[in-house]
């Protein structure tokens, strides 16, 4: 064990579609770029595409770890990693989705637990349902970017997760509103969003992210804000990543 310490956060929405996955992986090509070791648990488990987006092969996803944990067999989470590259690791959701209802739910805590021994973040992507799965997962990790963009109804989703938070006193989390999705769609302002939800919004990816031809990216399992021009062309957002990255970081020592 390395015994790293280091910080989990998890991207949710109770609704799909919204971008919680490219921006998971696009949070872990900033790790990169802050020299901090990463590991992206896929937590979606029916419908996971963190192995796809990074275009990887693997031998081993979360049904094999908990089925050694089932059999006293576990050895530590280093064994059922991919490694993508010199600092980013993947641990995919079951290959085959009949085995993902038998991932027993309170083996979420140690995986991201053991993980962060081992690394110095843990980026852990979801699926939207409102699960043990998920809840697992959001009462394990540091910290939680409620991801929505600016269709009504995504907004309406978020404010009822914000209202399911307050009534269960749920404090760890930060609202990331995603403008990159649907550049032509801006149906409401910052104010009026704020209003709706009732809270405030914290990170603001632009509409100048939008990427036309993204598929072709996932496809080829190119980390877009590992693209050599990335922080030029898209200068705004990347910052917005890297603040996203330094408030976890550091953010919660002060907080
Ligand atoms: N920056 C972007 N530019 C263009 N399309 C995007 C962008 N971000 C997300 N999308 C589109 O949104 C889709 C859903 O994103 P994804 O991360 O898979 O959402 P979720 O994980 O929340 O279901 C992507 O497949 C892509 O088509
Ligand atoms: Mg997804």
């Given amino acids: 064990m390395k015994n790293k310490n280091g910080v989990s956060m998890c991207l949710f929405s109770t609704k799909g579609g919204v971008g919680?996955?490219?921006?998971?992986?696009n949070l872990a090509g900033i790790c990169e770029h802050l020299d901090k070791s990463v590991l992206?648990?896929?937590f979606d488990l029916y419908t996971g595409d963190i192995a796809t987006y990074a275009n990887k092969k693997f031998k081993k996803d979360l049904y094999d770890l908990a089925l050694d944990l089932d059999h006293h067999k576990y050895n530590g989470i280093i064994n059922y990693v991919t490694k993508v590259d010199e600092y980013i690791d993947i641990l995919p959701a079951p290959i085959d989705p009949r085995y993902s209802s038998k991932i027993n739910h309170n083996y979420i805590n140690k995986v991201i637990k053991d993980a962060k021994e081992e690394y110095d973040?843990?980026?852990c992507d979801t699926n939207h349902a409102l699960n043990e799965i998920s809840l697992s997962v959001l009462d394990s990790v540091d910290r939680?970017?409620?991801?929505?963009?600016?269709?009504?109804?995504?907004?309406?989703s978020l404010s009822t997760i914000i209202s399911i938070f307050k009534d269960n006193e749920y404090k760890n989390y930060k609202i990331l509103l995603?403008?990159?999705?649907?550049?032509f769609k801006d149906y409401f302002t910052l104010f009026d969003i704020k209003k709706i939800i009732k809270h405030n919004i914290d990170y603001t990816l632009s509409n100048e992210?939008?990427?036309?031809?993204?598929?072709?990216?996932?496809?080829?399992g190119l980390i877009i804000t590992l693209q050599t021009k990335f922080p030029t062309l898209y200068m705004k957002d990347y910052r917005v990543y890297l603040t996203m990255i330094t408030d976890m970081l550091e953010g919660?020592?002060?907080e």
């Fill in 20 to 25: 919680k996955t490219i921006n998971t992986m």
């Fill in 252 to 254: 919660d020592k002060n």
């Fill in 121 to 123: 973040v843990v980026l």
């Fill in 40 to 42: 992206v648990i896929d």
């Fill in 209 to 220: 992210l939008y990427i036309k031809d993204i598929e072709n990216y996932i496809m080829d």
């Fill in 178 to 183: 995603n403008n990159s999705r649907d550049p």
């Fill in 144 to 156: 939680c970017i409620l991801v929505t963009t600016n269709d009504p109804l995504d907004i309406k």
